[in-house]
């Protein structure tokens, strides 16, 4: 079946410096999704992606979708304490209503 | 109001009881959803339900009874659970159900099962 898979699985980074978070999934996705999910919160749309290579911005998040669409991507500039949590992506799976999240990667980030 | 709620937030229950979890959206939508997580793992789909009936089952045990008494209202029905059956149950809904919609999560209701 369909896996969406996401590196690193954990991440600390320094108040300041960049993030990235990868996802690939084993099939073609037609769109995919992230979501920010805080630590005791619940999962919170972020963006969505829908065009081969196409490339979102969001103040200081960078969202990417691949030219295969098999693979996306989320770069945090000059991250913050705010944006402690865990991303994940998720995509269309087997079809009408169904949605896969990835695995997941949780970002701390030390002040 | 992009607001989902969630009842109880929390809740503790034996293996013998039976109990219920509630989620409510005002924001018309037709499709909502049933997710389980557990710690440090993505949300798992359980159950889908558009224009109140239910749309998909993902194998879930029958111990877990999904209801949906109105467009606005999705219950879960509990009985019999195990312990391993203690979890973050998330409850999501979005326009129609299509997979390129944003889903729209409530808080949760932690379930401990004793």
């Known amino acids: 079946g369909q896996q969406v898979m996401q590196i690193p699985q954990y991440q600390h980074v320094q108040e300041g410096e960049d993030f990235t978070t990868y996802c690939n999934s084993s099939t073609t996705l037609s769109n995919i999704q992230w979501y920010k999910q805080r630590p005791g919160g619940h999962p919170v749309f972020l963006i969505q992606l829908v065009k081969s290579g196409e490339v979102k911005k969001q103040k200081r998040l960078t969202f990417q979708f691949g030219e295969a669409k098999k693979n996306s991507s989320l770069h945090i500039t000059a991250t913050q304490t705010t944006d402690v949590g865990t991303y994940f992506c998720?995509?269309?799976?087997?079809?009408?209503?169904?949605?896969?999240f990835g695995t997941g990667t949780k970002l701390q980030v030390i002040p | 109001d992009t607001e989902v709620t969630q009842t109880p937030k929390h809740l503790v229950m034996g293996m013998t009881n039976k109990k219920s979890l509630k989620c409510e959206q005002h924001m018309g939508h037709r499709a909502m959803y049933w997710y389980k997580q557990k710690a440090k793992k993505p949300p798992e789909l359980m159950f889908v339900y558009s224009y109140e009936k239910l749309s998909i089952n993902e194998s879930v045990p029958s111990r877990f009874s999904p209801e949906c008494p109105n467009s606005s209202l999705l219950n879960l029905h509990l009985h019999a659970l195990q312990p391993e059956d203690s979890a973050l149950y998330l409850c999501?809904?979005?326009?129609?159900?299509?997979?390129?919609?944003?889903?729209?999560f409530g808080p949760g209701t932690r379930l401990l099962v004793l």
């Open positions: 999501a809904s979005s326009q129609e159900g299509e997979p390129w919609e944003t889903q729209y």
């Open positions: 998720a995509g269309p799976r087997g079809g009408y209503q169904k949605v896969t």
